[in-house]
């Protein structure tokens, strides 16, 4: 199972949730902060030099030594996940991800929009997803 | 997981079939019910209270609409017939399934308690730490009061988070009748 870490960002690129799912270098909040922004703004830029019609947005970034998957959903949160490049059936893994989002945070009275993710069942459903792979 | 729930249908005939509803349109809407509640108090008692209002409401609606659509119900005038009526007819119309446990409380002869190891209005709900106790199945509690007062059975509800056996949302509903209801089930024996 080689997923490393999952980050989920807001429609205006602020960072709401990050998890970390396997031993690696840990990045501070402060860095974490910045690649998301990073990601984000990457996101933008690519959907205006788009040689096509219709991109929005980056969905699978292939390095050296990993991969990066990215779900966009309708109203601009994005859902990103770092992991090796063996892994299969991540952009499946991302679905699953969003369908825990609209079920345990967005369902939850106590979440505001657009904020940090704080929502103990979202991270418990999580971890047994993640599991379960 | 089931992502419809059950809702009794709009036909005025007896014992019709059942409709079912989405479950997340009812998980949404009931998020706002909070929302809107937690805007208009200033503590978690307020806000259980209000929740608690509002599932009366519903309760005393339920009654009258179960009383006449479920075959075969009558008048219940003892207490632990009324509780068995809505420990499962109320719960299934509502919930669609009984509630897990129906038991006598050891503590005072008044005491009774409906126990639900998943409640299905609290499935989505992850309560912050800084909201303390609150237990958004206060809903359950004023429906079951609803239900009750409406039936003539006067008493106070509450709902309490009791995690047990891997349950961590367990709930139970503390049900204490008015000394009035105790008094006619012993004139009645």
Request: aromatic share 10%; hydrophobic share 40%; charged share 25%.
């Amino acid at each position: 199972m080689g997923l490393y870490s999952l980050y989920v960002i807001n429609k205006s690129g602020g960072l709401i949730y990050q998890r970390d799912f396997a031993d690696i270098v840990k990045m501070d909040t402060n860095d974490t902060l910045r690649f998301a922004s990073i990601w984000h703004s990457l996101n933008a830029i690519a959907t205006q030099i788009s040689p096509l019609k219709g991109c929005t947005g980056i969905t699978h970034l292939e390095a050296e030594s990993f991969d990066l998957h990215c779900f966009q959903s309708k109203t601009g949160t994005k859902f990103f996940v770092t992991c090796t490049s063996e892994m299969q059936g991540v952009p499946k893994l991302l679905r699953k991800v969003f369908d825990l989002y609209t079920d345990y945070v967005l369902k939850n009275p106590f979440y505001e929009t657009e904020m940090p993710i704080r929502c103990e069942l979202f991270d418990v459903n999580l971890e047994r997803l993640v599991a379960k792979q | 997981m089931s992502r419809r729930m059950r809702v009794p249908g709009t036909s005025e005939k007896r014992g019709t079939k059942r409709t079912e509803v989405s479950l997340s349109a009812f998980a949404f809407l009931f998020s706002e019910l909070v929302q809107y509640s937690q805007q208009r108090v200033s503590n978690v008692e307020e806000l259980e209270g209000r929740l608690k209002q509002m599932g009366q409401e519903v309760g005393e609606r339920a009654l009258e609409m179960l009383a006449w659509r479920e075959k075969g119900t009558r008048k219940e005038t003892q207490i632990v017939g009324t509780l068995s009526f809505v420990h499962t007819v109320v719960w299934k119309a509502l919930f669609g399934r009984a509630a897990d446990a129906l038991e006598k409380g050891t503590q005072a002869d008044n005491e009774y308690m409906i126990v639900d190891r998943e409640p299905l209005i609290n499935r989505f709900i992850s309560v912050p730490k800084d909201l303390g106790h609150l237990n958004c199945a206060a809903f359950n509690a004023g429906v079951v009061r609803g239900v009750l007062v409406a039936a003539g059975f006067p008493c106070q509800v509450s709902a309490h988070f009791v995690p047990q056996d891997g349950y961590k949302q367990r709930t139970v509903i503390l049900i204490r009748f008015d000394e009035s209801v105790l008094l006619r089930e012993e004139m009645k024996l």
